[in-house]
Antibody, heavy 121, light 108 residues
Framework: QVQLVQSGAEVKKPGASVKVSCKAS????????IHWVRQAPGQGLEWMGW????????NYEQRFQGRVTMTRDPSITTAYMDLSSLRSDDAAAYYC??????????????WGQGTLVTVSS | EIVLTQSPGTLSLSPGERATLSCRAS???????LAWYQQKPGQAPRLLIY???SRATGIPDRFSGSGSGTDFTLTISRLEPEDFAVYYC?????????FGQGTKVEIK
């Protein structure tokens, strides 16, 4: 079945970087954008940006510009989100989600299970 | 940047009642690129509605979406026990996807 499976929980120190992976299966990886969304404890959803797995093109939310890097490896149908210079307020669950494309008017139809990132000294 | 404002923040209802959730955009949402998601504790969000009014695959018909431009509504016609959750609206315009702050539907 169509699914996105993310890497496991991470504990990082302030100032460090974290890299979260998102492995796609059950569909053509290069056919749909992958978005990244995060959710701080008890808070709402925050969109971070997308990557086009076909071309590698990216588009980041302005507030993450300079700290986030989204990449992909089509040979293993995996997308990555790298966030640097971590602060305490970066502690959150990070989700990857598949963009549904024009057929779904760009809604996010498949979500990974989430990766919890803890930032603590 | 389009800002989405959801109301109310919390809706306290009983099973079997009707739930009406609102999502208002600060600017018109392009081509009805408006979606609704349900999220339960400890789970990832689930797509309910796309294009403002189309149900996603496998979503029961008690869920319906309506609206256009800047005002959108998610209606749950008769609440089932599994419907008590947080609901988010989201718009996708100019290649950016922003979410509302969420409405929690809780058991009264």
């Amino acid at each position: 079945q169509v699914q996105l499976v993310q890497s496991g929980a991470e504990v990082k120190k302030p100032g460090a970087s974290v890299k979260v992976s998102c492995k796609a299966s059950g569909y053509t990886f290069t056919a749909n954008f992958i978005h990244w969304v995060r959710q701080a404890p008890g808070q709402g959803l925050e969109w971070m940006g997308w990557i086009n797995p076909n071309t590698g093109d990216t588009n980041y939310e302005q507030r993450f510009q300079g700290r986030v890097t989204m990449t992909r490896d089509p040979s293993i149908t995996t997308a990555y989100m790298d966030l640097s210079s971590l602060r305490s307020d970066d502690a959150a669950a990070y989700y990857c989600a598949r963009g549904g494309g024009f057929a779904l008017l760009y809604a996010f139809d498949i979500w990974g299970q989430g990766t919890l990132v803890t930032v603590s000294s | 940047e389009i800002v989405l404002t959801q109301s109310p923040g919390t809706l306290s209802l009983s099973p079997g009642e009707r739930a009406t959730l609102s999502c208002r955009a600060s600017q018109s949402v392009s081509s009805n690129y408006l979606a609704w998601y349900q999220q339960k504790p400890g789970q990832a969000p689930r797509l309910l509605i796309y294009g403002a009014s189309s149900r996603a695959t496998g979503i029961p018909d008690r869920f319906s979406g309506s609206g256009s431009g800047t005002d959108f509504t998610l209606t749950i016609s008769r609440l089932e026990p599994e419907d008590f959750a947080v609901y988010y609206c989201q718009q996708y315009g100019n290649s950016r996807g922003t979410f509302g702050q969420g409405t929690k539907v809780e058991i009264k």
